[in-house]
C-alpha cells in the first residue's frame, strides 16, 4: 500500500525557493576550540576554507558557521566575544563561496544582524529558540531571512538541569506552537523546526524524541535533526565521539525514514549517502 504524499516543503533564500523534495546535508563548520568533537574544531584560515570546499564537494548544500561551543562544559561567550570569533570566519567563506547557502549558528540578535547585513548569510540558526536574546525574534523579522527554531531550556551550560517534563512529546509540540506563532505573528514566514536532540533531555528522551519525530510534521515546516556525534549515541554504546559515525549514520536513517529534511551533521559524505539510500527506498512507496 503505498502512503499518502507529503507536501514538498520550501524556504525562500534571496527570492529564491529551496525545496526539500530531496533532504538536504547541512555540513558544520565550528570556529571553537573546544566543540564536543574534536575532529570538527577550526581556527585557521586555510582549515576553515578546506572545510567549506569539504562540505560541498561531499556533497552538503547549506554551511553551518558557529562560534560558540554548545557543549555543557565549554565557556559561555557575550556577544562581543561570539563576534570577534564569528565574523573574520564568516567575511572569509562568503568572499571564497559567493553563491553557497550558509547559515549563522548565533542566539545573539547582533551577531545575527551584522551576519546577514554584512556577510549575506541567509539563514539563522538560533539553538535558544529566541529564549537567550529577547530581540532575535523582531530582528529575524526585519533580516528576512529562514529562521531555525529548535527546542532548549536555560542555556548549554545548564540544559541539563532543565529535563523534567508534564508530558515530554506533548510540552516540546506546544513550545513550538507557541513560538512559531510569535514569529509568524512578526513576519517570519520561512520557519525550520529544530526538535532540538541532545538539549534539555535526557538519553532516553532523545530516542523518545526520534520514535515520535513523525508528529513534527503538523506543523508544516522544514524539520531539521542534528544527531551527529551526539552523546546519546555515545552514552547508549559507551564510545567516545570519535567512534560514533556509524551510530550517527544509524540515527540519521531513522531520521530520513520519519521525514527529516535537513540533517545537520559533521560526516556530509555519509549523511548524503543516507539521503541517497533512504530516497531510492521511498521511490516504492510515493
Not at 27 to 52: H, L, M, W, Y
Not at 228 to 244: A, H, N, V
Not at 263 to 273: F, G, I, N, P
Request: hydrophobic share 40%; glycine share 6%.
Amino acid at each position: 500500500m503505498k502512503s499518502a504524499k507529503r507536501k514538498i516543503k520550501t524556504i525562500n533564500i534571496n527570492g529564491r525557493l529551496v525545496d526539500f523534495s530531496t533532504p538536504r546535508v547541512m555540513g558544520i563548520v565550528n570556529i571553537t576550540p573546544d566543540s564536543f568533537f574534536q575532529g570538527s574544531r577550526k581556527q585557521a584560515a586555510n582549515e576553515i576554507i578546506e572545510r567549506c570546499h569539504q562540505i560541498l564537494r561531499e556533497g552538503g548544500t547549506i554551511i553551518d558557521v558557529g562560534a560558540q561551543s554548545s557543549s555543557p562544559v565549554s565557556r559561555f561567550l557575550d556577544a562581543k566575544e561570539e563576534a570577534e570569533r564569528l565574523t573574520p570566519a564568516l567575511k572569509l567563506i562568503r568572499k571564497e563561496f559567493p553563491d553557497a547557502i550558509l547559515s549563522v549558528d548565533t542566539f545573539y540578535a547582533d551577531v545575527a544582524k551584522e551576519a546577514v547585513e554584512e556577510y549575506g548569510i541567509n539563514i539563522i540558526n538560533d539553538i535558544s529558540g529566541g529564549q537567550i536574546d529577547e530581540l532575535m525574534f523582531p530582528v529575524a523579522a526585519q533580516l528576512n531571512v529562514p529562521y531555525i527554531l529548535m527546542h532548549m531550556r536555560g542555556t548549554p551550560q545548564t540544559m541539563q538541569t532543565y529535563t523534567h517534563y508534564d508530558n515530554f512529546i506533548q510540552d516540546i509540540l506546544y513550545y513550538f506552537s507557541e513560538r512559531k506563532a510569535k514569529l509568524n505573528q512578526l513576519g517570519v514566514s520561512d520557519v525550520i523546526i529544530d526538535p532540538g536532540f541532545g538539549f534539555s533531555k535526557t538519553t532516553s528522551q532523545n530516542y523518545e524524541l526520534m520514535a515520535y519525530l513523525k508528529y513534527f510534521h503538523i506543523f508544516e515546516e522544514p524539520i531539521l535533526v542534528g544527531i551527529s556525534r551526539k552523546s546519546m549515541i555515545c552514552t547508549l554504546l559507551g564510545i567516545t565521539p570519535e567512534e560514533s559515525l556509524n551510530g550517527t549514520s544509524a540515527l540519521n536513517t531513522a531520521a530520513l525514514l520519519s521525514g527529516a529534511d535537513i540533517l545537520r551533521v559533521h560526516d556530509v559524505k555519509e549523511a548524503v549517502e543516507c539521503v541517497k539510500i533512504i530516497k531510492r527506498i521511498k521511490e516504492f512507496d510515493s
